[in-house]
């Protein structure tokens, strides 16, 4: 009787999750270190966080320059490093969908792998911008924020691709809603990146007041979409649930 309801206990999940409260939490660490780093810069390191070469008066401080003073850097570094990984777990639980969905049509099979790549391409691009700051190297920083950006805005045209194939088919009210938050967030973030490049073109070439600050307003807008994006996964998943276990093992009573 003991080894029994031993056995019985052993095949129990360790950890059972729901798949909305684990979007909720992914998606609010970075949102949480992100407004922090940003506050408390704008509040104590005003000066040193919107200084750039051309020295001209800027009111908001762009996000590299966010997280890389101190305390926030430890911050930034802190809520990413606990949410690098269930980014990589929702990759997988994506591509893990989308393959249960085309598994005979090799051009959506492709999509779905090409999804997983620039999701996990988007995280090590997030994780490279968070770990080397902007004051530390530079162009390593910089290399890191744009594998970030160029793979989020690839990652999201592939899956809004995968979602619109998938609307053809039978689709809940749920994920209509989510095809459609995906297909607004993707031009949103298009248009935002559009922007922020113009923004700082115009700051750099003509060294002009203010125009820095629209630049890390759009940026701070485009990481926003970015984190909205992600967060589609509720409705996505909205019924699923996240277990850990142990795995099986032989039982002899």
């Known amino acids: 009787m003991i080894q029994g309801h031993y056995a019985l206990d052993r095949d129990r999940p360790l950890i059972r999750l729901r798949f909305t409260t684990f979007a909720v939490v992914t998606v609010c660490l970075p949102l949480l270190g992100l407004t922090s780093c940003i506050f408390i810069s704008w509040c104590l390191h005003f000066e040193d966080a ?22 926030e850097r430890y911050i930034w570094r802190f809520c990413i490093g606990l949410h690098s990984a ?62 970030f950006i160029g793979s989020a805005l690839l990652h999201m045209m592939t899956t809004c691709w ?28 298009l248009i935002l990146c559009a922007a922020a490049s113009g923004f700082y073109w115009k700051h750099n070439k003509y060294c002009e007041p203010g125009i820095y600050t629209l630049f890390a307003l759009c940026e701070y807008l485009v990481v926003l979409c970015n984190m909205a994006f992600h ?19 032989d039982k002899h009573f």
């Open 50 to 71: 919107t200084h750039t070469h051309c020295k001209v008066p800027n009111y908001l401080p762009s996000i590299s320059a966010a997280i890389s003073l101190t305390p």
């Open 86 to 147: 269930p980014r990589f777990v929702v990759a997988v639980a994506y591509f893990s969908f989308y393959r249960g969905r085309f598994t005979k049509h090799c051009v959506e099979t492709l999509l779905s792998y090409l999804s997983l790549v620039f999701a996990f391409s988007e995280n090590i691009g997030l994780l490279l911008l968070t770990y080397v700051s902007s004051n530390e190297t530079y162009s390593l920083h910089k290399k890191g924020f744009i594998m």
């Open 162 to 189: 995968l979602w619109k194939i998938i609307k053809k088919y039978s689709i809940s009210n749920e994920e209509l809603k989510s095809y459609r938050w995906k297909k607004h967030l993707f031009v949103s973030s």
């Open 231 to 249: 967060m589609t996964a509720f409705w996505d998943f909205g019924s699923k649930e996240l277990t850990v276990t142990t795995p099986p093992e």
